[in-house]
């Protein structure tokens, strides 16, 4: 069984702190993605990593930047917390670039930004 | 700007019925579909997908239908069952771009 961890599942940070949020994957994935997810909206992707070393923007980069240095871990990193940045953030990982390719999440972790 | 749209934020159903629930996209390039289901506290977990070059794909209880001249894909959920009741994501994807709609929440009554 894959299985995506993260290191928090509940976090409160106040604003203008350097938050991480950590994500490992023991599958031997390729890619490995970032999500915020918000009510009405879904899923949307902040980042994605397909190699070591390796990241591209997603939708809504900004205020985000993250750090991929070994393949199973794939950290998101919050410069300056903000409030609108408070939301469930889910990380997930997939073994290749093809659309057929599901991808396998974490259970998720819940950031609040006071 | 969605590309990705599930217009009914929540479905009820009894137990032992049929559950649709409905998906559309926009863009004409995504080239695999795919359900996922969430339960509180968990990520989404992966369910059942379909190639644009189909048009069902059957999994047990579950089946999805895919439109592609109305851009719209459907799951289907025969019989219906209290644990069924979850948060379901409706995602297209091409290549590493996956988009995802906002969700239905399904509850099943017993």
């Known amino acids: 069984d894959v299985k995506v961890t993260q290191s928090s599942r509940y976090l409160v940070k106040r604003t203008g702190e350097k938050v991480f949020l950590e994500c490992v994957q023991d599958?031997?994935?390729?890619?490995m993605f970032w999500y915020r997810q918000d009510p009405g909206l879904g899923l949307r992707l902040i980042y994605f990593s397909y190699d070591v070393k390796m990241k591209e923007k997603g939708d809504i980069p900004e205020g985000y930047s993250v750090s991929r240095e070994k393949k199973e871990r794939f950290s998101l990193i919050l410069e300056s917390a903000s409030t609108n940045q408070t939301s469930m953030y889910l990380c997930a990982s997939s073994p290749g670039l093809w659309s057929s390719y599901e991808q396998y999440f974490g259970p998720g972790t819940r950031l609040t930004v006071t | 700007d969605q590309q990705v749209k599930q217009n009914s934020p929540s479905l009820s159903v009894q137990e032992g019925r049929i559950s649709i629930l409905n998906c559309d996209y926009t863009?004409?390039?995504?080239?695999?579909f795919l359900w996922y289901k969430k339960y509180p506290a968990e990520g989404p977990t992966f369910l059942i997908s379909?190639?644009?070059?189909?048009d069902k794909n059957e999994d047990g209880r579950f089946t999805v239908f895919l439109n592609k001249s109305a851009k719209h894909l459907s799951l289907h959920i025969v019989p219906s069952q209290p644990g069924d009741s979850a948060v379901y994501f409706c995602?297209?994807?091409?290549?590493?771009?996956?988009?995802f709609g906002a969700g239905t929440r399904l509850t099943v009554k017993p």
């Open positions: 995602a297209a994807s091409k290549a590493t771009d996956m988009r």
């Open positions: 379909i190639s644009s070059i189909k």
């Open positions: 863009n004409s390039m995504f080239d695999y």
């Open positions: 599958m031997d994935h390729e890619n």
